[in-house]
């Protein structure tokens, strides 16, 4: 049977239960690790309704103008790979619901160890700390520290034009616009002379010379906010080489990056006068965060010097 037939087609009368379990077994016959999952979150956003609906209604019938609905949001996913958070125009971070569109980097469960790094460097939960996060695109990690650090005065900043009027609308949503700045350039250039309690940074660390084994749903994700350089650490080598200059002393450090990359990270932090360096796994065990803090004031070292 033809894929517009079986996701809700005209042949007989489909219910909610049909609908999933065809297109269950559809996404997975496209190697769709999250099968089932993305089945129920895109059919729940063609009815208008919630996934826990969906398995009250299990019997339900599902009107033809809804199936048509479905159906294309169905084939973006399978056929084009398109992300569910893209199709579905948010993502849940922290969870936060943040509006998300194929000019950000859609928020990953992986990213939430960079939060918890951050909030463990921001240890007083009425602390007026000054917090920047470099690279913010959609917001995530900024407006997550901002949540959780209520008296925190966070600056986020971006070189993308699309990506901070993405995360300065997740901010109104949030009801968190008064305490957090977006800034348009690149790494510290934007705060030039300034000093933090806190920096953060989730920057594009793949290398592109691995992008031909990437899934495919990254081709709908801005390259920009993926790669970084051949090797990955075009960005990383000089966001920690800068670092101590705009930390206050004890000022802490977390940068998230790809597993491989942690030595490699966790040396240059120490070379730029960094102290009490550490790597942070994810919920898979996978080396995730490395962060550090500045030592007591003395001279600084600059990798790029």
């Not at 084009?80 to 469960?109: A, I």
Request: a negative charge; hydrophobic letters at 40%; glycine letters at 8%.
């Amino acid at each position: 049977m033809s894929d517009e037939a079986d996701a809700g087609g005209s042949q007989q009368t489909w219910t909610v239960l049909d609908l999933l379990r065809w297109t269950a077994q559809h996404f997975e016959s496209r190697g769709i690790e999250t099968a089932r999952l993305d089945a129920e979150l895109l059919l729940a956003h063609a009815l208008g309704t919630s996934r826990l609906r969906l398995y009250l209604d299990f019997e339900k019938p599902v009107l033809e103008e809804e199936r048509a609905r479905f159906r294309e949001l169905v084939r973006h996913r399978a056929s084009e790979r398109v992300p569910v958070s893209q199709l579905l125009g948010e993502k849940e971070f922290w969870s936060l619901n943040l509006k998300v569109s194929s000019d950000v980097l859609t928020p990953r469960p992986d990213s939430e160890t960079l939060v918890s790094a951050a909030l463990d460097r921001l240890p007083d939960p009425d602390g007026a700390y000054r917090v920047l996060d470099i690279g913010t695109g959609s917001g995530a990690i900024a407006l997550a520290i901002a949540h959780e650090r209520p008296k925190a005065m966070m600056t986020a900043t971006d070189i993308s034009t699309a990506a901070l009027q993405i995360a300065g609308v997740n901010a109104d949503q949030l009801q968190l616009s008064d305490r957090i700045r977006f800034l348009e350039g690149s790494l510290f250039e934007p705060v030039r002379g300034e000093e933090f309690d806190l920096v953060v940074s989730n920057p594009p660390y793949l290398a592109r010379s691995e992008a031909g084994e990437l899934p495919p749903e990254l081709d709908h994700e801005p390259e920009e906010a993926l790669f970084g350089g051949e090797d990955g650490f075009a960005l990383l080598r000089p966001l920690v080489g800068a670092v101590v200059a705009h930390l206050v002393d004890g000022g802490g450090f977390a940068v998230e990056l790809s597993p491989g990359q942690e030595d490699s990270v966790a040396q240059w932090c120490m070379e730029a006068g960094l102290v009490e360096i550490e790597t942070l796994r994810d919920l898979a065990r996978q080396p995730r965060v490395v962060a550090a803090r500045r030592g007591a004031r003395g001279p600084q070292r600059h990798l790029e010097d």
